[in-house]
């Protein structure tokens, strides 16, 4: 997925299985770096491998301190969270006990990382190192990621706060996601944000048959919890600020309107 795409909301409902182990934005180095960039693709690679097998002990551990600090990785695992919340402070910390986060890790049979900072294209190989690899690709209007981006300061600093970059990642994955669509149905999952907010369950349903659980019952509750706490479907969106943010919405339109209409927006 990508920066402000409610793949937040998404990885608490897809953690919420009984035996996922959820590995939240590990990938915070690639936030400074083109999705093109060779780094990006090195440190995606180098990282991602340690995290499918579960091994904490060879991950550097001032990176795992930063990204549990600032991305809250970890803290976003409610497998973990519980342990990491009694201590938050950098020392005696149990979630920087590496040897335990491995032990721990390794007893769920589901591992989920939450990526938004890598191209579809720097992690599409694993479907054929890995029998049981699934990718699901995140989608949200473009339109809406802007809204939500430019709402905040320190995205509009970064390579976050780049239109064009935004649109350009949109195209590169759209351009893998057809031919994964027709080579691997089995094993690539598009979906967009606004399905899910209008048909939670049955895009719910969908998401576990494709994952192959049989028992939904964790998810539909987590769906539940979510639509209760947090008025899912009733969220403000760009639409509701459409005066104000009509000279962004056509800047978007402009930028990223082909890939909007393959993707099945309307302009």
Same mark, same amino acid.
């Given at each position: 997925?990508?920066s402000?795409?409610?793949s937040?909301t998404?990885?608490s ?7 996922s ?10 936030s400074?770096?083109s999705?093109t ?5 090195t440190f ?9 097998s579960?091994?904490?002990t060879?991950i550097?551990?001032?990176?795992l301190?930063h ?6 990785y970890?803290r976003?695992n409610?497998?973990v ?13 149990p979630c920087f ?15 989920m990382i939450?990526?938004?900072?890598v %191209?579809?294209?720097? @992690?599409?190989? +694993? ?5 049981n690899? /699934?990718?699901? *690709? ?6 809406a990621?802007w809204?939500?981006r ?8 970064r ?7 935004l649109?350009?990642?949109?195209q590169?994955?759209?351009d893998i996601?057809?031919?994964?669509r027709?080579?691997?149905p ?6 967009r944000?606004?399905?899910f ?12 048959k494709?994952?192959?659980?049989k028992?939904s019952a964790d998810? %539909?509750r987590?769906i @539940?919890?979510? +639509?209760?706490?947090?008025n899912?479907t009733? /969220?403000k969106d *760009?639409?509701?600020?459409m005066?104000?943010f009509?000279?962004?919405r056509?800047?978007v339109?402009?930028a ?7 993707l099945?927006?309307?302009?």
């Open positions: 997925s990508t402000r795409s409610g937040t998404f990885s409902i897809l953690s919420s299985l009984s035996s182990f959820l590995h939240y934005e590990p990938l915070d180095d690639n400074t770096r999705l960039d060779p780094q990006t693709t995606t690679r180098d990282v991602t491998d340690k995290l499918l579960c091994n904490y060879t550097d551990l001032e990176y301190k990204i549990y600090f600032k991305n809250h970890l976003r409610n497998k969270s519980g342990i990491c919340r009694k201590k938050r402070e950098k020392v005696n910390n006990n590496q040897t335990l986060m491995s032990e721990l890790c390794i007893k769920y049979p589901y591992q939450k990526y938004v900072h %191209s579809l294209a720097q @992690v599409e190989h +694993y479907l054929d190192e890995y029998a690899f /699934k990718i699901i *690709w995140l989608v949200r209007d473009p339109r990621v809204y939500s430019i709402k905040k300061s320190w995205c509009l600093s390579i976050c706060g780049d239109l064009e970059r649109c350009e990642s949109y590169i994955n759209w996601s057809e031919r994964l027709r080579v691997k089995e094993s690539f999952l598009k979906l944000f606004e399905d907010q209008a048909r939670p369950f049955q895009e719910g349903d969908r998401i576990t494709f994952l192959g659980i028992d998810i %539909s987590r @539940v919890l979510l +639509y209760k706490n947090t899912l009733t /969220k *760009w639409r509701d600020d005066i104000e009509d000279y962004s056509k800047k339109e402009m990223c309107g082909g890939v909007m209409r393959n099945g927006y309307n302009i």
